[in-house]
Each structure stands twice: as C-alpha cells, then as structure tokens.
C-alpha cells in the first residue's frame, strides 16, 4: 500500500501577485461607482429662489417712484387707498452706478415695508409691524417685489384723508450701514 501524495501547493507569490491585481481594480471600482451613487442620492437640487407674486388688478404704467432701483408701479404716490393694500413694483439694479446706490436683496426678500399715519401735523407714528417685501428672484438685477399692508381703522378711528405713508427699508443681511429707505405717500380713504 502506498501513501499517496497530495499535489504540491501552487506557487504562493504566483497566485498572491495574480490575485491581487484583479481584487485592487475591483475594489478601486466599487468605491468610484459607491461614491458616485452617494453623491448622486446626496446632490442638493436648489430650487430658483422664487416667490409667487400674485397678480395686481388695475395696475398702473410704470410710475418714475422710487429709490435705489426699487419702483412702485401698482399705485400713484398721494392715492386715496383703503386696506389691505398691496403695493407693487420692481427693483432693477443694473442702473446703479448712473443712481448712485442699489436696493439690496437676500434670499427672496428685499427688506420690509412699514405703514405710518400723520394726523393733525402730529408727526409720523407707525401702525403695526413691518411687511417683508417678497421678491420673485432675488439672484437677478431686475426682479418683481410685493408688499401687503393691512390696517384696521377701528382702533384708531383716522377720519378720510389722513396722511399715510409707506417707508420701505431695503433688506441689510450685513447689518451695516447704509441703509437705504424709500417714503411713499398715500392717503387714508
């Protein structure tokens, strides 16, 4: 009877060598195409910055009202209005250096707008808080802005004709100064 012999054990660098290879490319591969996968899941889409801007009825030819490219274009200055009121227009900054200044916008506002009442030459004094000024595409140099204002007079008790005024104050993300402000007349109806 003889002992019968096992084959000899193949070559131990051969195979490390050729196996190496073949699993380090698979390896490397599955790692581009994981990482690409996981970006492709992870790609944050951004969205334009847009805000709807609804539709204003009687809306008036651009009106010459404003400051810094910020335009009222919904109503005239020294209108009789009645609440809620929403002003409307446009901030176009591609005029800034002929105009000296530009009304800054960030993440789709352009600042806020205020309503103040005069009455009997007392002085301004605000009603309420401020609005934010919602603009359509705060990335561009000419974008729509919307603002409404709302004002219950039964609190105050204001008669017909009172003074009013809009102060719009540009949006400062900075909180330095300058800060631009625009004064648009109206009249309490």
């Known amino acids: 009877m003889g002992v019968r012999l096992s084959p000899r054990p193949p070559d131990m660098k051969k195979t490390k060598k050729g196996f190496i290879a073949p699993v380090l490319v698979a390896v490397i591969a599955l790692l581009v195409i994981g990482g690409g ?54 901030i176009g900054n591609s005029n800034s250096q002929n105009l000296g200044c530009t009304w800054q916008m960030f993440e789709g506002q352009a600042g806020s707008a205020h309503l103040y009442f005069n009455y009997n030459n007392d002085g301004w004094k605000p009603i309420g808080a401020s609005v934010p000024i919602k603009i359509s595409n705060w990335t561009s140099t000419k974008t729509s802005f919307v603002a409404t204002l709302n004002f219950y007079n039964g609190g105050i008790g204001l008669p017909n004709r009172t003074p009013m005024k809009i102060t719009f104050t540009e949006e400062n993300a900075s909180g330095l100064p300058p800060v631009d402000t625009f004064d648009f007349p109206v009249i309490l109806k």
């Open 37 to 90: 996968v996981y970006i492709y899941k992870n790609k944050k889409v951004e969205a334009p910055a847009t805000v709807e801007v609804p539709a204003v009825v009687n809306v008036v030819n651009v009106i010459d009202t404003g400051k810094c490219g910020l335009t009222v274009t919904s109503i005239s200055p020294n209108t009789q209005v009645t609440f809620p009121l929403t002003v409307s227009g446009t």
